[in-house]
Every structure is written in structure tokens, then in C-alpha cells.
């Protein structure tokens, strides 16, 4: 027994760690300032083996956080989304909250132009970022075609991840050399993707 309880509280103690490491690189994240770990290690008083045995390396971590923020800051917005005609309408809604939600982070803002080569790998290339907001994406469709007032023509993952890489491609414009986020155009070809038609004049 005493065995037992010795080797549940060292996984219960790591996962703690995990959790602390994860806590204060979120700290430094939304303080808008750099993610040193040599320093973050030192704060936490554990040696820098440990730091990268529990998280990874600093990409890695960056990226945990980011996911993690972009999972708090979807369901956030999509909670204020309280009016939509259809399924379609809300989804389109949820998602133009959201990108405008992450247009305007100060953080994120501050880590795109501090070290863009990392933020274009962590947050455009496929990864924790991209599954995450591919996952919530996909949650939002299902519950929306579930109760009838959204029709799919793929896979909610597979609709979902084509919704997200096409978004991110247009809000993130600024790093692939664009003067500003193109939010409305992405918001479009969203739209098309659902199937609701623009209307001519």
C-alpha cells in the first residue's frame, strides 16, 4: 500500500509540475514578454533537464500555451454568441468573434512580431494550435447539425480543419506579407464552405 501511494503521488507530483510549468509560461505569455527557459526554470526552482523532460523543448511549450489559450478564448467568445438566424449564421458568428478576439490579443500581437519565423510554425503549421481549433471548430458543426439547422457535406473534422487553415491563412495575413488580417474575406469563403450562397444584387 505504502508503494502504491508513493507511486500514484509521484505521477500525481509531476502532473502538478506539468501544470506549473504550463501555469507560469502562461504568466510570461500574457505579460507579453519572452519565454526564456533557462529563467523559467530557475523561477520554478527545477533544473533544466526536468523543465524539458515535462513540457518538451521551447517550441514545444509555446505551443502548449497557445493552444491552451486558444481553447479559452473560443469557447469564451462562442458563450456571447446568443443570436444566429440558422446553424450556418451561428457558426459564422462564433468564428468572426473568434478571429477578431485573436486579432486583438496584446500577446499575441507582441510574440507574431517578436518572433514570427516560431509563430508562424506553432500557430500555421499542423500541430496542438491547429488540432485544437480544428477540434472546437468541429464540436461547434456537430452540435449545430445535430439539432437540424446545419446541413454538412464532409466530415465535421474534415470541414472543420479546411475551415480553420483557410481562416488562418487570411487572419494571420500580416506574416505572409499583407498589409492587415483579411477577416471578412475569410468569413466569405467560411460562408461558401457552409453552403450559403452570397446574394447578387
Do not use: W
Not at 85 to 100: C, K, N, Q, S
Not at 103 to 124: G, M, N, Y
Not at 177 to 186: C, H, L, V
Amino acid at each position: 500500500m505504502g508503494g502504491m501511494r508513493n507511486r500514484s503521488g509521484a505521477r500525481l507530483g509531476t502532473e502538478l509540475s506539468r501544470r506549473a510549468v504550463i501555469d507560469a509560461a502562461t504568466r510570461h505569455y500574457l505579460a507579453c514578454s519572452p519565454l526564456d527557459m533557462s529563467a523559467l526554470a530557475g523561477e520554478l526552482g527545477i533544473g533544466r533537464s526536468t523543465l524539458y523532460r515535462l513540457v518538451g523543448n521551447r517550441e514545444e511549450l509555446v505551443a502548449t500555451v497557445l493552444a491552451e489559450q486558444t481553447e479559452r478564448t473560443f469557447r469564451r467568445t462562442a458563450c456571447r454568441v446568443t443570436t444566429a438566424e440558422t446553424g450556418a449564421d451561428h457558426v459564422l458568428a462564433v468564428l468572426e468573434r473568434f478571429m477578431r478576439a485573436v486579432s486583438d490579443a496584446a500577446p499575441l500581437q507582441a510574440l507574431s512580431k517578436r518572433e514570427p519565423l516560431l509563430f508562424v510554425r506553432v500557430a500555421l503549421m499542423p500541430g496542438p494550435v491547429e488540432h485544437t481549433s480544428t477540434r472546437l471548430v468541429a464540436e461547434l458543426l456537430t452540435r449545430e447539425h445535430a439539432a437540424g439547422r446545419l446541413e454538412l457535406t464532409l466530415p465535421p473534422d474534415v470541414l472543420g480543419q479546411a475551415i480553420i487553415r483557410m481562416c488562418d491563412a487570411h487572419l494571420y495575413a500580416p506574416l505572409l506579407g499583407k498589409p492587415e488580417p483579411e477577416i471578412d474575406t475569410a468569413l466569405d469563403l467560411a460562408a461558401a464552405l457552409l453552403g450559403i450562397t452570397p446574394q447578387t444584387p
